[in-house]
């Protein structure tokens, strides 16, 4: 069964705790994306990585970290520098979808909400 | 840097009737797609429709359909015979080159019966 896992659905933290978020595909996927979501913000981008131990700063890149070991999998830590990590999170994949175009295609997300 | 913006933080429709979300871009690249994604309630991100800014035909799948205006950089989303399960907020987003999409802040569409 193809597809992004994202777990856990959702996850508490004490603030001053790192906490990392796991992403995990089996669409053999080179490209893999952290996004955030906030109420009236949209998606931003936090980190992508094209390739396996390669990575880019997304727009909101700050108090976040990110590692590419394999080609599966893309954790999210999310650290203690990071000011206000209480926010929904997706993972997403960049791969050829039905009709041979590239797309993205998201994972279930992740609530994190740190007290 | 690409821009995209999404003018009605919120819109409702009557079940069965049309409604029509706005979406406008920046760019100065002469090649790029245009998405339209759903959030339900569940929060999934889902494809809606997809629009090549080399195809003058507008894109259209099903109850949905695209105007896509490349000079005045304008990318609506049609939702025609809206239904109950259409409720979702609506993202429209941007992608060109190796850069990764970028997406409006969304607009929440309800669907009142």
């Known amino acids: 069964d193809g597809g992004i896992t994202q777990s856990p659905k959702y996850l508490f933290r004490k603030e001053g705790q790192n906490v990392t978020l796991s992403c995990e595909q089996n669409?053999?996927?080179?490209?893999m994306y952290w996004y955030r979501q906030d109420p009236g913000q949209g998606l931003r981008l936090i980190y992508y990585s094209q390739i396996v131990n390669d990575f880019q700063k997304g727009d909101i890149a700050e108090g976040y970290s990110v590692s590419r070991e394999k080609k599966e999998s893309f954790p999210l830590t999310v650290t203690s520098a990071q000011k206000n990590p209480t926010a929904f999170y997706l993972c997403?994949?960049?791969?050829?979808?039905?009709?041979?175009?590239?797309?993205?295609?998201f994972g279930p997300g992740t609530r994190l909400t740190v007290t | 840097a690409q821009t995209v913006t999404q003018s009605q933080p919120e819109m409702s429709v009557q079940e069965a009737e049309t409604v029509t979300l706005s979406c406008t871009y920046d760019?100065?690249?002469?090649?790029?797609?245009l998405f339209w994604y759903k959030q339900p309630p569940s929060r999934q991100m889902i494809l809606v429709i997809r629009?090549?800014?080399?195809?003058?035909q507008n894109a259209t799948e099903n109850r949905f359909s695209v105007n896509f205006q490349k000079a005045a950089k304008s990318f609506s989303l049609k939702i025609s015979d809206s239904q109950l399960g259409d409720t979702a907020m609506y993202f429209c987003a941007f992608i060109s080159g190796n850069t990764p999409l970028v997406f409006g802040k969304g607009t929440r569409l309800s669907v009142i019966a």
């Open positions: 760019t100065s690249e002469s090649n790029y797609y």
């Open positions: 997403a994949t960049e791969g050829r979808g039905d009709q041979g175009y590239y797309e993205q295609y």
């Open positions: 669409l053999n996927h080179d490209a």
């Open positions: 629009q090549e800014a080399y195809k003058q």
